[in-house]
């Protein structure tokens, strides 16, 4: 029964069954990104962070190297997929620890996510 409602209130919104339309993201200026991303963290912490910024054709890519082994990121919801909204950002950060599991998963392709690359800009 709740997977009837939850169908039913889909498709009423036009969200079920609809193909998505061709939708492309943007590559937002490096300096705005990057600002975006380091947002997440306190303003003490944001000079020794990594940061990836995002090409939409090849993936995340490094493009500060940082020393606290803290990395942000600007995530851009589902971009890899084809039906996604384009038009919601978030800034996140992990701590080390996160950057070595979470962001090591996302660039081995473990999780549905986007691609990592170290080439510096």
Known sequence: ????????????LGVAGTQPAEATIEQMPPKPETQFALSALPSAMRDQATVYLLDPKKGYQLSR?????????????????????NDIYVPLCYDAEGSKTF????????CKGPRFQSTSR
């Open 1 to 12: 029964m709740k997977q009837l409602i939850v169908v039913s209130l889909l498709t009423s």
């Open 65 to 85: 190297q940082g020393t606290s082994g803290v990395t942000c990121l600007v995530e851009r919801t589902a971009w890899e997929q084809a039906d996604f909204r």
């Open 103 to 110: 962001l090591k998963g996302l660039s081995a392709g473990i």
